[in-house]
């Protein structure tokens, strides 16, 4: 069982501080790569939960691989993100406070396909990324705006 699994056994639904990892995969067109979640609908990039004495690079490329399939080659901090903007409160009532590490990478392997967690998957161009993005993700996804948008066509 998970370590998120177990802490909810003992404290409910109540707010924890989580620590998060995920990466921005970006095809050589600069598109980046979202996934829609099953549980809430909203698009976001692969990522998850780090584990107990997991290192965070590890954990965003072991959710970058069960989730879409594709192996991490390289990869580069984009970002640390934090604060109340970052709370989110699941469908199912489980309340966290994220401390999410991004990466970003353009070098990977493999055909995207994903798992039960999403419902489908796209490559979008900046200018075309969707505006349901899960919310302790938007803080990211407008960096990465902001940061891409010279690229946009």
């Keep these: 069982m998970d370590y998120v699994l177990q802490l909810r056994e003992l404290i409910g639904h109540r707010p924890i501080m989580m620590v998060g990892a995920a990466v921005l995969v970006v095809d050589k067109q600069n598109r980046l790569l979202l996934m829609k979640r099953s549980d809430s609908g909203c698009w976001g990039p692969p990522g998850g939960a780090v584990e107990p004495g997991e290192k965070v690079e590890n954990a965003a490329k072991r959710e970058t691989l069960e989730e879409t399939d594709l192996e991490i080659c390289d990869m580069s901090l984009f970002g640390v993100f934090s604060g109340p903007e970052l709370y989110y409160k699941y469908p199912n009532g489980d309340e966290i406070y994220n401390v999410t590490i991004i990466y970003m990478s353009g070098n ?23 505006e349901d993005i899960s919310p302790p993700i938007r803080p990211v996804i407008e960096q990465f705006k902001l940061t891409f948008s010279k690229y946009a066509v």
């Excluded at 994903?114 to 969707?130: A, K, L, R, S, Y």
């Design 108 to 130: 990977w392997r493999g055909d995207v396909k994903i798992n039960d967690e999403h419902t489908e998957w796209h490559w979008f161009e900046v200018g075309q990324i969707p």
